[in-house]
């Protein structure tokens, strides 16, 4: 189905956050009903001006909502707002789908689907890559794992949110493609750091290494989303460290799961420890550039 063309249904948002306020904001955008909660509720408050309706539980967004999405930290909130008390499956009708977008486990989106289908209910797993820019622009990947029915009931609002929407497989397959996702980011931010110390320890200015990689073999959307983060060494977050640390924890874990050695993951996760162990862990995952620069002496930079 082209982009732009939809079927104008109720829909739910819970978690309203930088990317999720992003997301949910395009489908109002769009012409849709949108009601919305978030844990804050001045943020939910916010899309209100926008003509969204604030429930006061994730059972309440479903109870009013036939598509849900969630836009959560990590797999316990996750768990929580779908499964708990007053979660989505205790107000979801059957019939009704949802939709995590947040970075989970591959476990736990099997588990929940699993539970959610007992109940007449559909649950596709769809974390994003993009970042808040991508979520603003509605330019995210969407990697999305579960039925195939689901998936084309849901397409035209993924096309919405995102510009590079693919179904990768079962219930799970979106949050595994999307550890391998986290790893490769995390690597190549990693990869960046040391190229643009070893350079600058050497003489030759950030900006110009930084122009040199972006038109070879190097090149790479690191360089061009977070090119001005290392330049200008203002590591304000998109996507911050905390959070990507947690989901290469959950790499990691699908790692042992199916007996995936992953060593420069582990190594980079430890970077992310240390950062954390800094007081670091709100800053920008750019931020690794600042650590390469601490052990090369007071030279870098």
Sequence with gaps: MPKGE??????????????????????????????????????????????????????????????????????????EVVAGERGLLKGAKEGSLIVDTSTSSPVLARE???????RGVGMLDAPVSGGDVGARDGTLSIMVGGEVEDFERARSLFELMGGTVVHVGGVGAGQVVKACNQIVVALVIEAVAEALVLGSKAGVAHHRIVEVLSGGLAAN?????????????????????????????????????YGVTLPVTALVDQMFGILEAKGKGGWDHSALLSLIEEGSGDGAG
Excluded: C
């Design 112 to 118: 929940l689907f699993r539970t959610a289908r007992a």
């Design 221 to 257: 959307r690191v360089l061009e989303i977070k090119g001005e983060k290392f330049l200008s060494h203002e590591f304000t977050p998109g996507g911050k460290v905390e959070y990507h640390r947690k989901d290469l924890r959950i790499a990691l874990a699908a790692g042992r799961e």
């Design 6 to 79: 939809w079927t104008v249904e109720k829909v739910g948002f819970v978690g309203l956050g930088k990317m999720g306020a992003a997301m949910a904001g395009n489908l109002l955008e769009a012409g849709h009903e949108v009601v919305v909660h978030n844990r804050t509720r001045t943020k939910a408050e916010r899309l209100a001006q926008n003509g969204a309706r604030v429930a006061d539980s994730p059972r309440e967004v479903a109870e009013g909502s036939g598509i849900i999405f969630t836009m959560l930290p990590g797999p316990p909130q996750v768990d």
